[in-house]
């Protein structure tokens, strides 16, 4: 069982940058692979960027360019920066975790943390 806690959203003005953290219950280097999503009005989730524990990491085109992801293997966080935010970037931000076990891939969500872009 893995636990995750994101912190770090809020209201920010165009242009400004949030540093999103996800925080896990368990050492994230047994993880294989975590990542950032988001979920606007129309409740339907999409990545936004995911790091491997190789530390490959994936970006939607929407991201590439603005938002980084990091991981902390010392403090068991998987970090998002985002900067030069817009206003289509307002969403609620949740944090996944790929785990691998012998009976195959299980997928553990956080809460979400609101990320909301305006003047």
């Known amino acids: 069982q893995v636990q995750l806690v994101e912190s770090g959203g809020g209201l920010v003005q165009p242009g400004g940058s949030l540093r999103l953290s996800c925080a896990s219950s368990v050492d994230i280097k047994s993880i294989y692979q975590l990542g950032w999503y988001r979920q606007g009005p129309g409740n339907v989730r999409r990545p936004v960027a995911t790091?491997?524990?190789?530390?490959?990491?994936d970006y939607a085109k929407s991201a590439e360019g603005r938002f980084t992801i990091t991981r902390d293997n010392a403090k068991n966080t998987v970090n998002l920066q985002m900067n030069s935010l817009k206003p289509g970037d307002t969403a609620n931000y949740l944090c996944?975790?790929?785990?691998?076990?012998?009976?195959?891939?299980?997928?553990?969500w956080g809460q979400g943390t609101q990320v909301t872009v305006s003047s």
């Open positions: 790091i491997r524990n190789t530390g490959g990491t």
């Open positions: 996944e975790a790929k785990v691998k076990y012998t009976s195959g891939i299980k997928n553990y």
